[in-house]
């Protein structure tokens, strides 16, 4: 059973700076794709960024692509998100996903993924 723990999230004036880490259980590489999704009340759960561990292809939303980064730290179990340059659109509940399947690919779609973190908020004021 994976385990999915999600950490810094917090708030911050638009223009500053997290970094949100996602701890696993087990090892990181099993996980084929590893995944930071958002979602605020009332809209579609959507992916932020996605890393396919066996290669290291990423994978970003449009609207966040310049300014974050997806990254996996082998020797902590962690994956993590850089995200700079915050804007209060940027304002929701942020989820660690990873899905265990091997498809060369990793999806956008939420119901691809196996294992989820409770969540970490972010919130950006003007």
């Known amino acids: 059973q994976v385990q999915l723990v999600e950490s810094g999230g917090g708030s911050v004036q638009a223009g500053g700076s997290l970094r949100l880490s996602c701890t696993a259980s087990?090892?990181?590489?099993?996980?084929?794709?590893m995944a930071w999704f958002r979602q605020v009340p009332g809209k579609e759960r959507e992916a932020v960024a996605r890393?396919?561990?066996?290669?290291?292809?990423?994978y970003y939303l449009a609207s966040v692509k310049d300014r974050s980064t997806i990254s996996l730290d082998g020797a902590d179990n962690t994956v993590a998100l850089q995200m700079n340059s915050l804007q209060p659109e940027d304002t929701a509940m942020y989820y660690c996903?990873?899905?265990?399947?091997?498809?060369?690919?990793?999806?956008?779609?939420?119901?691809?993924?196996?294992?989820w973190g409770q969540g970490t908020q972010v919130s950006v004021s003007s």
């Open positions: 996903a990873a899905d265990v399947r091997d498809f060369e690919y990793c999806s956008a779609l939420p119901d691809r993924y196996n294992y």
């Open positions: 087990g090892n990181i590489h099993r996980m084929k794709c």
């Open positions: 890393i396919y561990t066996t290669r290291g292809f990423t």
